[in-house]
């Protein structure tokens, strides 16, 4: 395993509540992805795959938005491969990972059937082949932090469900064991009560009816499970992938906005109240990390 000891001596301390910035996501990803050795530069990758998830997901659905540079592949790129995928040619060579390939090939044999499926069970679908490779990964640290990310989002959204009696089998996204307990289970805890040490933290964060405040507990959470598993760490990959991680946390928090938090939370509690599921949908769109 490689040491950075010049790189990490140098980055600036971040804190959750001081709101400093030293780098944004994409500054860091340009000047530490060179400073990689050959085997860890995969592993710092998976983190921007998301972009490319979303930004392949909006290509598909014709969705007029702009084409994040965050993540590891062009739209040109993206587009080539979908060209392929259409015509039934050889695909061009790709950093496309296979998730993502077998994705679009998906859609668009859902699509050529006639088949209609709602956006955000695309949105699932792709989410659960995204963890599902994260938590794959051969470093034990990377595959931890994916599948905390998964756990934490499922188990909120089962709550959810169970409070408003909405079928949790549609909504939790599969990945693992945990994600079939939360589908399944009629226990109050899930099931879940020993083996997710994490789990009454998560439950009373639930009862957070303020949304950025729930937020907030959350990222402090992951923020703290960051700073224990990394404590022996301290020149290793992890903490240089754990850097990355907190930074896109101050970026996300630089970027929401007070009243907007307000109305999204609103209009998820008016809907609810009237039976809907779809601002349900909307809430795991915009806040399902």
């Not at 995204?130 to 051969?138: H, I």
């Not at 996300?252 to 109305?263: F, M, S």
Request: proline share 3%; hydrophobic share 45%.
């Amino acid at each position: 395993m490689s040491k950075y000891y010049y790189l990490i001596a140098g980055l600036p301390e971040v804190a959750l509540d001081d709101g400093r910035r030293p780098y944004t996501v994409a500054d860091f990803k340009a000047e530490v992805m060179p400073m990689l050795s050959a085997t860890d530069r995969p592993l710092f990758s998976c983190f921007f795959l998301q972009y490319d998830n979303r930004n392949v997901l909006s290509m598909l659905q014709h969705a007029e938005t702009a084409w994040d540079a965050r993540g590891t592949v062009t739209r040109d790129e993206a587009e080539a491969v979908l060209t392929a995928l259409k015509t039934e040619e050889a695909l061009p060579r790709t950093s496309l990972p296979a998730y993502l390939v077998d994705f679009m090939r998906e859609y668009l044999q859902v699509a050529e059937e006639g088949r209609e499926m709602d956006a955000v069970v695309w949105q699932d679908r792709l989410s659960a082949r995204y963890f599902r490779y994260a938590m794959g990964s051969k470093n034990a640290f990377v595959s931890a932090w994916y599948e905390l990310n998964l756990n934490m989002a499922n188990v909120l959204t089962a709550i959810t469900c169970r409070r408003h009696d909405l079928d949790r089998a549609e909504y939790v996204v599969p990945g693992n064991e945990t994600a079939e307990l939360l589908r399944t289970s009629n226990a109050r805890d899930f099931g879940l009560g020993e083996s997710l040490d994490y789990l009454p933290e998560l439950m009373r964060v639930a009862e957070e009816t303020d949304l950025l405040m729930r937020e907030r507990r959350l990222d402090v959470m992951k923020w703290n499970w960051l700073e224990e598993e990394t404590f022996f760490r301290t020149f290793d990959f992890e903490s240089v992938f754990a850097y990355l991680l907190r930074l896109e946390m101050l970026e996300r928090w630089a970027t929401l906005d007070a009243a907007a938090g307000e109305k999204t939370f609103r209009s998820m509690v008016g809907a609810l109240k009237k039976g809907s599921a779809a601002v349900l949908d909307e809430f795991k769109r915009n806040h399902t990390k």
